[in-house]
Structure formats: C-alpha cells, structure tokens
C-alpha cells in the first residue's frame, strides 16, 4: 500500500481525494491543512461589523474548502472559463471533467439549475451590445451554489472522506517539501517529516507565493505567468438587472486602448455583499459573495487587468503585494473606496459623501479615500476605458455613485511545469489547483483534482 500526501484542502486536494475513493483506491490518503475543519470557519466580521485580523490564519481564505468556503460558490461550466488547463490537457478533455465533475457536486446537493445555458434572445441582445463597445461575451453556463449552501456542501465532502478513511490533519501548516536526488520524498509539517509515495501540491490561490518560493528554493521547473491586478466595483441591482436576469454572472473581456491590456469581470454577485480577505503578513484584499436566500441591493464584481513581466523582472506575485500593500497603507490596514465620480473629477472620496446617493456600500468598514494613488496608472488606465465601454452593455454602469474597491489582487501568476501526467521537474511531486497556475475558480480546480486521482490510479495498473 502506497502513501498519497496531499497538501492542501482546497477543492483540487479535495477532489483527487474523492475521485481516489470513487476508483477504489486502497492507497493510504493524508490531506494536510494549515486551516481549520469547514464547520469551524466562522468569520468574526459578523458579529464585530468589521475585520479583527484572525491569528494565524483568515477563515475566510483558509480551511477545508478553501476560500471556496466563504465564496459565492459559482461553477463555471465551460472549459473557456477558469484557467488555462486546455492548453495542457485539450480542450475536449478539459470540458469532459468539468461535466463529470459537476455531476458529483449534483450528487452532493448542488442546485441543479443552471443560468446562461441557452442562448436567449436576452443574451444575443447583450452580445450584441458588447461587440458594439469592443468587448468579448464569453459563454459559459453558471450553476450558483449560494456562500451558504457552499458551506453544507462541501461539510458533506469533509464527512464522506473522513468516513472513508482520508486523514486529513487540520492546522498544520506546510514548511517544506523534502527532495533527495531529484525525487519528492515527503513534506515538513510543524518541523515534522512525513514521508509519502506520491506528494500533491495544492495549496491553492493564498498558497500561490508559498509554493513559488519552493519552486525558487528547490529548483523546480516554473515561468512567470499573468497576474491580475484591479478593483470590486459595486453598484444598484437596478443598473445591473438586464444582466443579471439573463446571465447571472456577465463574463466579459476586452483590451482597452492605449495600453491593450487584457480586462475582464470576473465573480459578478447580483444581490452580494463586497467582502474582505485577509493574506498573510496582514495583507488585506477586496472580495465579493452572494447567498441564496440573503440578498442585499448592489450587484458586485471583479473587474481584473492582467500584467505579464519578463525580462529583467520575473516575480509578478510580488509585484502585486506591493499594490496591494500601498493600498492597504492608504486605508490604514482597511479596504479603499472610491465613487467613479470622484475619480474622474479628480479628488478622493470622503467618509460623509458616501451617504448622499442611492448607492450604499456593502462593505460596512470600507475607507473612503483615493484608490488612484494606490493603484498604477497603465492598470487604472485600462479599468477605467473598460468601464466606459461596459457602461455601452449596461448603461449607468459608469455613474458618478458606482463604487470602486481596492485592491483586488488574484494570486496565481506563477505556473509551474508540469506534463500531462501532472508531475513536476521533481519525480513524484505533483501540483494542482491555482497555485499552480493552471487554474482559476472552483471547477477548474475541482476538475484539475479529478483528473489527478485518475492520473495516480493509471500509474498503479
């Protein structure tokens, strides 16, 4: 009997364990986590209206499941959306796991409606609109599991493995990986070596700059991806409905002039709350979720633009810190905000003049100051062209009341090397999820998993 280590108990971790059990895996099976059980993650902020810095590690970005936890629990159905693991894999692999795997969150009680799936005349009226502004509608069918049906959910997961013989070890965080001539022999827990046949990195998005460190410390083989830097805007489900109601979540793309960077939204929430997330080194970033039964008046979203360095510059991971660290100093350790309006007149927004229009923010301890300062110009530049043409999609998306958050950061430029087999420069090392640059979201991750579990048994035939 081989021993499979997994670190991590984010949704790629989790679903390798799972599609272990459902081939008949024999094989010893250890997730490690530096988080807490899922029924155990309760973010303070509920009950004290505002962040308190949970030691050592946030709730909300850390614990079985993963950030997925706290998240609006979207499932992109497309093999368009969620990374680049179809340039790894194929397209028409890439889309059978994600229908394979969807299937098993169906089977662990997932809403079995999905949005987005048939091409209305409701839709082809937003595509429309959005090849007149210049931007991309991607298709891609959503199915919407709610921030708190996530968390029933993905208890069951936990449950099922644990009483299927997974050991999962919670609050222990991973230090090292051990490699002795070119070969992954184990990992160090605590100062403690656990040796393992087969070590799986999957320490997901908060683990991004973690395993990038270990890929520089030991050798193995990664290029610098894209890193996305950009702001959670927030405005009046009114403003939003005629695509919130066709759509649920409008994935759009375009590279705005002068700079031609890639924009796009990213994790729309129609009736959501805009949250913050915690990182290590106290590092606090802007987020935003959605429930099933609690709605609030404002639809929020991502709107992300990506960057690629090469030479002389190799570390877009630190890149983004920096961004998010000088508008973190600017909002005195909280989230910035901003009205669109205040920036385009050229001033900062002040605490008072939040309360004077229509729109309310959702995140309650948000600062009110000048998110320009913070954020560099060719990125603020090219978010803010985006905006404009989104507002051609959605008119009075670009109103002088919609609210602009910073930063918003999405950890996982670096991609490491790996082929078909998912297996690393290192013999019998492993990496999944979007720590490894591979994936981006919930499905993508969760179908990464599948497809490793698949992998690892093949190996044994």
Known sequence: MKNILIVGAGPAGIFTALELIKLGCKDKITIVEQGSKIENRVCPKTKTKECVHCKPYCHITSGFSGAGAFSDGKLSLSHEVGGSLPDLLGPA???????????????FGADPSVVG???????????KSATIAGLKLVNCPIRHLGTEKAHQLY?????FLLNNGVEILFNKHCEDVIIEDGVCKGVIVKGEKMYADKIILASGRKGADWLDELCRIHGIAREAGVVDIGVRVE???????????ALYESKLIGWPKPFCNKVRTFCQNPGGFVAQENYDNNLAVVNGHSYKELKSDNTNLAILCSHRFTYPFDDPIAYAKRVGEMANMLGNGHILVQRLGDIK???????????????????????????TVAIPYRTLTSILSFIEQLDIVVPGFASDETLLYAPELKFYSNRVRMDKSLTTSVKNLHCL???SGWTRGLMMASAMGVYMARQLMNEGK
Do not use: F, H
Request: aromatic residues 6%.
């Open 235 to 245: 405005c009046r489900n009114e403003v939003m409905e005629k695509v919130n109601e």
């Open 117 to 127: 799936a048939v091409q209305t005349p409701e839709i082809k009226e937003i595509r």
């Open 155 to 159: 208890y069951d997961i936990e449950m």
């Open 345 to 371: 007149a050229g001033k900062r927004t002040w605490q008072e003049e939040l309360s004077r229009t229509n729109l309310k923010p959702t995140l309650t301890d948000a600062v009110a100051g000048d998110i």
């Open 433 to 435: 999820g979007d720590s």
């Open 93 to 107: 692999t890439v889309q059978d796991l994600i229908d394979y795997t969807d299937k098993i969150y169906l089977d």
